[in-house]
């Protein structure tokens, strides 16, 4: 079984355990996270199992992440409590291959296998995993919102997940808007996301875009931005920004986990952190742009 998600990495182990195992014994397990799912997405993973002629079986996630954003975003926490448990109930023994590399935490630890799950990427770089695709002459189509890694639109809400369709909606038609904007002009970016952020009563949208929108665009954007109900204000962010988050007590006093949490969030300018005084909040929420 593979946990595919679509991705580069996932699409190289598919491969290869085609090429292994022979495509009857391989199975595409992707976890489909409801209004965090890019259509796109959807749209790649049928086109990558019609393509191969490989068994695709769809998981529902979209019940089981509120569990664990309404105490704040933390992608390491939805893997664990749950990507992983879905993955090893649909499973049910079964050898689930992943595409960890060096690129993420579990590859850096050079573990092969753990728990029934198997990183035969763990050693490589992504250079040599798209080395290898090239090989293979595989094409693996993008959403677009990264060059490095894509996933689900929930990792670019920058807070406590309480109103589903207040601050789910707002991160979910936002992000749809700006990869539908990016593709009708025909632009390339490395990077592309509205992130979310502000107290709970207020969404905030904040466009990042690298390379930057020119003002035309800008301009675009931030009126398509404007007609989404539960969006109360757009900003562009830059250098000189002062991006204001506060963070539970173990993150805020902890200098390498404030800029594991600053690499996460990704907006450019300053920090100014501030201590949570909400017991609720386990990890972090940006709450101002300034």
């Not at 936002?174 to 009708?184: A, H, P, R, T």
Request: proline share 3%; hydrophobic share 40%.
């Amino acid at each position: 079984m593979v946990a595919f998600s679509g991705g580069e990495d996932s699409s190289l182990v598919a491969l290869l355990a085609k090429m292994a195992l022979g495509k009857d014994k391989v199975i595409l397990a992707h976890i489909d996270w409801g209004m965090f799912e890019y259509k796109k997405m959807r749209e790649i993973v049928k086109n990558f199992a019609k393509e191969h002629d490989l068994r695709l079986h769809i998981i529902d996630g979209k019940s089981k992440q509120r569990s664990v954003w309404k105490f704040g975003p933390s992608c390491n926490s939805c893997t664990k409590f749950v990507k992983l448990p879905l993955l090893k109930e649909f499973a049910k023994g079964k050898v689930i291959a992943t595409g960890s590399n060096q690129y993420d935490t579990w590859g850096r630890t050079g573990i092969k296998i753990k728990d029934n799950f198997y990183a035969p990427l763990g050693k490589l770089s992504k250079d040599e995993i798209r080395g290898i695709l090239n090989y293979l002459k595989a094409t693996i189509e993008r959403i677009g919102e990264s060059e490095e890694r894509e996933g689900c639109k929930l990792k670019h809400l920058l807070k406590m997940l309480i109103v589903d369709d207040f601050h789910g909606g707002a991160v979910s038609q936002s992000n749809e808007i700006l990869m539908d904007f990016l593709k009708e002009k025909k632009l390339k970016v490395k990077k592309a996301a509205v992130k979310v952020i502000g107290p709970l009563s207020k969404n905030i949208a904040v466009v990042v875009v690298d390379p930057p929108l020119d003002k035309n665009l800008k301009s675009e954007i931030l009126e398509r931005l404007k007609m989404v109900k539960s969006i109360d204000d757009v900003t562009f962010p830059n250098e000189s920004s002062t991006v204001v988050v506060v963070a539970s007590p173990p993150i805020f006093k902890n200098k390498e986990s404030r800029e594991n949490i600053k690499r996460y969030i990704s907006i450019p300018g300053t920090y100014k952190w501030i201590l949570s005084k909400n017991k609720k909040l386990r990890t972090f929420q940006v709450v101002e742009i300034i």
